[in-house]
């Protein structure tokens, strides 16, 4: 019989990745019937230039475009794709192409991407984060803790003035921010134009009482340019930051609103609401460390990693990875046994992005968060505030006291013996991790 496919044309095991391919790793399973070589062939050939069947005529330069499964290693596979098959600055033609069709192929039962190494030949078209670590630390004025924030529980139903009012409560137990939630935009109970108004009134009121610098993660997520003028609106009442929903916003979304911000000078909180609909199954999707990578690239300035104690899936050593990944100027290529995990990746002069540890949080839970992840991040508690026996500024106040024993190496039983809110707070959830 007449050969018709040609997916082994993109199998190459002797090939060497050059210095501007970008190299995918994949977790592959073959359908029944389908041999090793044949699944690989398809992975690089749907992700790029191939098709199924033999054409009668093809251009010159195809040699240039095709993709290579170059490494296969147990389920593990690299695929390794040419500068020339990328558009310029394009994030969102990038995952059309390695996270496309490629996951709706019968001949993979399963198939997952676990990583991508981005040469500087494309990182060149992007500016990263605006402000990176650094510079949120120095809007908030906060050296060396957590920077810590609160969403308002329950997540919607609160009218815009009892929003503010919460605000004031969290803001004057200590914590630095308060949060919309992924699903709070403009509602006809709380319009987002209403919201950000009274919080303002109440976040000047703190900020005189307290001293300290007070902000919000207020959500800006709609059609882009409603985000756009909504950014506006923002810096219009001082707000420093604006708030996206990342995955339901889409990438071209978010790079557009990079360039907005930096016009009007805010930094993009990136809340990944839906990213489990594709990386929670461990066999197939993509995985979390893949978008935080994305979103380092078109320029986000910190984004939710999860917290490995909480109520939300994440591994410690996954957690680790991303925290890794998203922070660090380069990261040598990392193995366990002999499956990849974690590609190498040199960030060049990307800043880096602030990782956000956050769900179902509570103060006897700090200390393993910042064993695990240290004290350069953003700490989320929100229920674990709000439902404080005394109320949400003692809520507060005893998560600040708990970040405050932990930074100082003293046990929470110990400190909780000269910190009342943090004792109260101890004996209602104790050391418990959520489900």
């Known amino acids: 019989m007449k050969n018709i496919d040609w997916y082994s044309d993109f199998v190459d095991l002797d090939y060497r990745p050059t210095r501007t391919d970008i190299v995918c790793l994949f977790r592959f399973e073959p359908a029944r019937g389908i041999s090793v070589k044949e699944a690989v062939g398809r992975i690089a050939s749907e992700s790029s230039a191939g ?35 990328w558009e310029e600055g394009n994030a969102s033609q990038l995952l059309s192409g390695v996270a496309g069709n490629i996951f709706g192929m019968k001949a993979l ?10 040469p500087k030949a494309y990182l060149k078209h992007f500016e990263g984060p605006q402000f990176g670590i650094e510079g949120i ?26 929003h503010a009012q919460i605000a004031y409560e969290t803001w004057m137990g ?26 303002a009134k109440m976040r000047d009121k ?38 996206i929903d990342v995955v339901t916003s889409g990438m071209s979304a978010v790079q557009t609103l990079r360039e907005t911000c930096e016009e ?15 990386d929670r199954n461990p066999r197939h999707g993509m995985t979390m460390l893949v978008l935080a990578k994305m979103m380092r690239l078109v320029g986000v300035d910190q984004i939710h990693i999860g917290t490995a104690v909480g109520k939300l899936v994440g591994s410690r050593d996954e957690i680790i990875d991303i925290r890794n990944e998203i922070t660090a100027k ?33 103060p006897g839970l700090i200390p393993a968060v910042m064993n695990t992840l240290g004290s350069d991040i953003g700490i989320l508690v929100s229920g674990g505030i709000h439902g404080h026996p005394k109320g949400t500024r003692s809520g507060a106040k005893a998560v600040m006291q708990a970040i405050d ?20 707070a101890l004996g209602k959830w104790g050391f418990m991790k959520p489900k």
């Open 51 to 85: 098709t199924w069947t033999t054409l009668n005529k093809v251009p010159s330069r195809l040699q240039k475009v095709m993709a290579t499964s170059y490494e296969i290693r147990g389920n593990f596979v690299k695929v390794s794709y040419p500068i020339e098959l």
């Open 174 to 199: 200590g914590f630095d921010l308060v949060k919309d939630d992924e699903n709070l935009t403009s509602t006809s109970f709380n319009r987002f134009e209403d919201r950000i108004r009274l919080c």
């Open 330 to 362: 380069v990261l040598p290529e990392k193995s366990v046994k002999i499956n990849y995990k974690v590609l190498f990746q040199d960030w060049n002069n990307f800043k880096p992005v602030l990782p956000i540890s956050s769900g179902g949080l509570h």
């Open 264 to 278: 009007y000078g805010l930094a993009i909180h990136a809340h990944r609401a839906m990213h489990a609909a594709f």
């Open 109 to 118: 039962k399963n198939l997952r991407l676990v990583d991508i190494s981005i």
């Open 405 to 424: 024993a932990t930074m100082q190496k003293i046990s929470l039983q110990e400190y909780a013996m000269a910190h009342t809110e943090l004792k109260e």
């Open 137 to 162: 630390r120095k809007i908030l004025k906060i050296k060396d803790r957590p920077i810590t924030g609160a969403v308002a529980k329950p997540k919607i139903g609160w009218s815009a003035s009892e």
């Open 206 to 243: 703190a900020e005189k009482e307290t001293g300290e610098r007070k902000s919000a993660l207020i959500n800006i997520t709609g059609e882009t340019k409603l985000m756009e003028k909504r950014a506006k609106m923002l810096h219009d009442f001082g707000w420093e930051y604006a708030m």
